[in-house]
């Protein structure tokens, strides 16, 4: 985990800052910063139409009855989009814009399904239930099903209390 927050925090930045600086030196510092405010400026309003369209996805479906699970996940990734593209960068914007477009999305979208799908397990009423789509799951065999009984404690005879006293 260590590993991952070092590089989230110094690699990506530091590579960012040189791809930056490499860029402000063959196309010139205004280039650049045109570019940087170019593409924070697209993708906000990327992000914008395409998150007002999942959220709607999300109502629909929760209209319908259903489990909006696809409709969440593709909003978070466009949520995660968004902040990609309003940070400056070559690689953030280039993630970002990969992020909004439908069909990456898509592919992005069934890993992060199958990475999820494999760390989480719900047990309800004795049947697994996949958490993305709330369909009944192949029973595995790692899962132990015990019944519990309630035992209380016997109400004391009154004749045996008064004995004993």
């Not at 530091?14 to 280039?31: Q, S, Y």
């Not at 309800?124 to 192949?138: C, H, I, K, N, Q």
């Not at 019944?147 to 005879?157: F, G, H, I, L």
Request: charged share 20%; glycine share 8%; proline share 7%.
């Amino acid at each position: 985990m260590l590993i991952r927050l070092l590089i989230l925090f110094i690699v990506v930045p530091a590579i960012e800052l040189a791809l930056l600086l490499f860029l402000g030196d063959r196309i010139g510092p205004w280039w650049t910063l045109g570019i940087i405010f170019t593409t924070g400026f697209i993708g906000a309003r990327l992000a914008r139409s395409q998150g007002s369209r999942a959220w709607k996805r999300i109502r629909e479906a929760l209209a319908a009855g259903q489990v909006p699970g696809t409709e969440l996940v593709d909003g978070l990734l466009i949520l995660i989009a968004g902040a990609l593209l309003v940070t400056p960068g070559v690689i953030t914007d280039t993630a970002g814009f990969c992020l909004l477009i439908p069909p990456t999305r898509r592919l992005i979208r069934s890993h992060v399904v199958a990475y999820f799908k494999r760390r989480l397990h719900i047990q309800s009423f004795g049947t697994t239930v996949d958490p993305l789509t709330a369909r009944p799951r192949p029973h595995r065999n790692d899962v132990i099903e015990v019944d519990a009984e309630t035992v209380s404690e016997p109400t004391p005879d009154p004749t045996t209390a008064q004995r004993l006293s």
